[in-house]
């Protein structure tokens, strides 16, 4: 994302666009606050001191791809971002939306932002519980080869928070109230910390 890092560098104003369901908007943490978006600008503005950056979360519970796609006219091109980081797939997927449908809607919504606005896809939070439930695998395909085909990133949020589960980083089972909120700002945390490095890692070159 070469237009991301030169505006962090040179200080301009940079507008950062989350558009997602309930996990970008972040209410599981007890606020918005410490959703990841706003851990993201936490962590970029660490990093780039001099930078000027507004982070704009567009989260909103139960939103398929196709009513994410319906906000961008109004909601998302009004606020002039410069990057938008789409978190999409887990509610088209619970809902058995068409798979077909679902890949004709991302393009749809990449071609709406690009050429002059950066776009980076989010996919699914992690989960036992809702992996037996559902079937993710064919949108995740479906998320990866759209990244491809438009040669834009691909954050792996999933991958990651199965890697912290995994290696007792994070114990996503706790089951009381605070420390389930207490887990999600964590999760929160580290999202913004690792999508900040993944989004500027090129930066030292």
Not at 18 to 42: F, M, V
Not at 183 to 201: D, E, H, I, P, S
Request: proline share 5%; net charge neutral.
């Amino acid at each position: 994302l070469p237009r991301l890092v030169a505006a962090l560098k040179s200080g301009k104003p940079l507008t950062l666009v989350a558009l997602g369901g309930a996990s970008t908007e972040g209410k599981a943490a007890g606020g918005t606050e410490y959703s990841w978006p706003n851990q993201l600008g936490a962590a970029l503005r660490r990093s780039f001191p001099d930078a000027t950056i507004t982070v704009v979360n567009l989260g909103k519970p139960r939103q398929t791809a196709a009513m994410a796609v319906e906000r961008m006219e109004t909601e998302v091109l009004s606020h002039k971002p410069s990057l938008v980081l789409w978190e999409t797939g887990t509610v088209d997927a619970v809902r058995g939306v068409d798979l077909f449908e679902f890949r004709y809607t991302l393009e749809s919504g990449i071609r709406a932002l690009q050429p002059e606005i950066d776009v980076v896809l989010v996919d699914r939070q992690f989960s036992r519980w809702t992996l037996t439930m559902v079937d993710f695998e064919p949108y995740m395909r479906a998320l990866k080869q759209s990244a491809d085909f438009n040669d834009i990133p691909l954050f792996p949020r999933s991958a990651l928070m199965r890697e912290w589960s995994e290696s007792g980083e994070i114990d996503y089972s706790v089951d009381d109230k605070d420390k389930r909120r207490a887990m999600a700002r964590k999760v929160y945390r580290c999202l913004g910390q690792a999508m900040a490095g993944f989004l500027t890692r090129d930066s030292a070159e």
